[in-house]
């Protein structure tokens, strides 16, 4: 028989809550295994109401009252203070209990990774949490951290994201050696900020069990010129965003010229199914895990409709029956190595 796999989820997270969370369980669990059930943490007269919309969503859902929210402007420092017992607080916690192995949040993104690094704690000796996406390319997909949970980084948080980027890449899109690229202004090895300069020579000169190939830039990203491209929490949020209002910019004008006229409208109808899948497939994924904890937690944005927020519990699914946390330990364990190996000279510049 097949273990169950429950997805714990901030039912009251994000600027919808409920009226999107709750449809979006019904439907990823249309498209998941039998054995895929959801926690969803909230208010309990709030969540029964939107469940009973839901043909057949009871039987594969328990619904666990929580007191409070957090709030989206909540400061990270903040929520954590007033957190216990939230639905957010609750999500992550039953990874902690062993009620569930994967937690889904579209809340206050800084809250989520305090309370994540308190209760699940940081696994193999790292430092803080990155928050990972994946970016369609022509060639398939590419692995793209940090997006938003680390502002400032120095070189040595770099390298732990390089070495969790590249477990999570091989473990969840099956590529055995993945390569791996910084993300700078040019190529060239003295361009970038001194923190950029020094991930550089340690991946270079550590010994790490890495496929490093050096710096890469913005447009690199969609080009898939390496597997796994790693930078600071600021530079991969602009990106991100800036990848996503692109997507659907381009999106929108298709729209607009495909629905201008009768007869091109008509044309629009009948290529509906390709324009959606296109609308999909230029869109980065709306939920990027955090990687380095003890335990799966996915953030998804804050702004998902139901289509988004499903897409986010699927890839939860998928992340949950992944091995890249062992994957991760094993490469942490050279890390002190590494660094020592590549310190520079006494009295070198």
């Known amino acids: ?134 970016i369609p390319h022509a060639k398939g997909v590419s692995t793209f951290l940090d997006v938003g949970a680390n502002v400032d980084c120095d070189a040595e948080r770099l390298v732990e994201f390089a070495i969790m980027g590249e477990a999570y890449h091989r473990a969840a899109h099956g590529v055995a050696r993945p390569t791996v690229g910084l993300l700078n202004v040019g190529s060239e090895e003295m361009k970038g900020h001194e923190e950029v300069r020094e991930a550089n020579r340690i991946l270079r000169e550590g010994g790490l069990d890495l496929e490093y190939r050096g710096f890469v830039e913005g447009d690199d990203i969609t080009k898939g010129t390496v597997d796994v491209i790693v930078t600071d929490g600021f530079t991969g949020n602009v990106a991100l965003k800036s990848m996503e209002g692109a997507a659907k910019f381009m999106y929108g004008e298709l729209k607009s010229a495909l629905t201008a006229g009768p007869f091109s409208s008509l044309g629009a109808l009948l290529a509906r199914p390709s324009l959606l899948r296109f609308r999909d497939r230029i869109n980065p994924p709306p939920a990027a895990p955090l990687l380095g904890l003890n335990g799966l937690v996915l953030k998804c944005h804050g702004g998902a409709d139901d289509r988004q927020f499903a897409m986010a519990i699927r890839a939860a699914a998928d992340v949950a029956q992944s091995g890249f946390a062992s994957e991760i330990e094993r490469n942490m364990r050279r890390l002190p190595a590494a660094l020592s190996s590549a310190a520079p000279a006494d009295g070198a510049a």
């Open 1 to 134: 028989m097949t273990q169950p796999l429950v997805i714990s989820i901030d039912a009251m997270g994000g600027d919808h809550g409920p009226s999107v969370v709750v449809p979006a369980a019904a439907r990823a669990l249309k498209d998941l295994p039998a054995h895929v059930r959801c926690l969803l943490h909230g208010d309990e007269t709030q969540l029964r109401a939107e469940v009973s919309k839901c043909s057949g969503l009871l039987e594969r859902v328990e619904l666990r009252h929580a007191e409070r929210v957090v709030g989206m402007d909540e400061k990270p420092a903040q929520a954590l203070r007033r957190a216990k017992g939230s639905s957010m607080w609750n999500a992550v916690e039953a990874i902690r209990e062993g009620a569930a192995s994967v937690s889904v949040s579209a809340g206050n993104t800084g809250a989520l990774m305090a309370i994540s690094k308190l209760i699940l704690r940081m696994s193999a000796d790292l430092d803080r949490p990155a928050l990972v996406a994946s």
